[in-house]
C-alpha cells in the first residue's frame, strides 16, 4: 500500500500533468466518451445525428452553409474529424492556385471535406472520394446531394481504399489525379500514397494534401514523402480541427515524377 507522504511527493506531478494535457483530455471527453454515451442513449451514431442538426438547419444547395453548421456542430455539440475551417482555408487556397480537374478524396467520412474540395473546382472538374464504411458513406452520399452536387461531379466509392486504388482507372475512368486529399486511416497515408504510384494515378505535378500529420501523426508517411526524392514537401502548421489550443498540420507533396 501507498504510504500518503509518497502519494503526496506525486501530487504536483500529476498535477501538472493535467494542466499540461488538459486540451487532451477534453478532447478524449468530447470525441470519446460523449459520443459513446450518446451513442447509446438515442440509438443514432453522431454522424447521423450531425446530419440531423445540418439537415435541419443548413441551406439546401448552399455548400458554405452546409460547411458552416457542421462547424456549428462540432464546435457547440458533439466532436467530428472533419477537417474543419482552419485548415479548410489551407485547402480552398490549394485548390484555388492548382485549379484541378482530377481530384481523388480518401476519406469521405461525413462529406464535409467532399463539399469543401467539391465548391472550390473549376468548371468541368470531377471528383472522386473514396470511403470505407458504408455507414458512414450513407450520411456522406446525404450531404454532397444536399449541397447540391450530382454524381456527374461527385462520385462516391464505397469500399476500402487498398482494394478501390488499383482499379480506379478501368472501374472508374480516372487516368490520374491532379490532386488527392487524404483524409483517413493515419496508417494508411503511406501505403495508399505508394498504391497511387504504383499504379500510375499521379499526374506529374500533382499535389497531395494530407491532413492530420502532426496530430493523431503520420511520421512514416512524412519521413518517406521527404526523403524518398520523388516530391517537394512542406507543412502548413495550424491547429487541430475544433480544437484550437492542440497543434495539427496539414502536409502539401507534390509530385516530380522523378524515382
Known amino acids: 500500500m501507498v504510504s ?3 502519494a503526496l511527493a506525486f501530487l504536483p506531478f500529476i498535477v501538472t500533468l493535467l494542466i499540461r494535457y488538459r486540451h487532451y483530455l ?3 471527453y468530447r470525441a470519446v466518451l460523449v459520443a459513446w454515451l450518446r451513442d447509446r442513449l438515442t440509438g443514432t451514431s453522431r454522424e447521423q445525428r450531425a446530419f440531423q442538426y445540418v439537415l435541419a438547419h443548413a441551406i439546401p444547395g448552399d455548400p458554405h452553409h452546409i460547411l458552416q ?3 456549428q456542430w462540432c464546435y457547440h455539440c458533439e466532436h467530428l474529424s472533419c477537417v474543419g475551417p482552419d485548415k479548410g482555408r489551407i485547402v480552398e487556397r490549394v485548390l484555388l492556385e492548382r485549379a484541378p480537374l482530377r481530384v481523388l478524396e480518401l476519406g469521405t467520412y461525413c462529406g464535409y471535406g467532399t ?5 472550390g473546382l473549376p468548371p468541368g472538374a470531377r471528383l472522386y472520394t473514396i470511403e470505407g464504411d458504408p455507414r458512414h458513406a450513407a450520411v ?3 450531404v454532397i446531394r444536399l449541397a447540391g452536387f450530382s454524381e456527374q461531379t461527385v462520385e462516391l466509392i464505397v469500399g476500402p481504399s487498398e482494394e478501390v486504388i488499383p482499379h480506379l482507372r478501368e472501374k ?9 486529399f487524404m483524409d483517413h486511416w493515419k496508417r494508411s497515408y503511406l501505403r495508399d500514397l505508394r498504391l497511387l504510384e504504383s499504379h500510375q494515378l499521379l499526374a506529374e505535378g500533382a499535389t497531395i494534401l494530407a491532413d492530420n500529420v502532426l496530430f493523431p501523426g503520420a511520421p512514416h508517411f512524412l519521413q518517406y514523402a521527404k526523403t524518398c526524392g520523388k516530391y517537394h514537401c512542406k507543412v502548413h502548421r495550424a491547429s487541430l480541427e475544433y480544437f484550437r489550443a492542440i497543434p495539427d498540420g496539414i502536409a502539401e507533396l507534390r509530385y516530380t515524377g522523378t524515382h
Do not use: C, Y
Open 140 to 142: 456522406a452520399e446525404k
Open 26 to 28: 477534453v478532447l478524449l
Open 172 to 180: 472508374h475512368g480516372l487516368v490520374n489525379a491532379n490532386l488527392v
Open 115 to 119: 463539399v469543401l474540395l467539391a465548391q
Open 4 to 6: 500518503p507522504a509518497i
Open 69 to 71: 453548421t457542421f462547424d
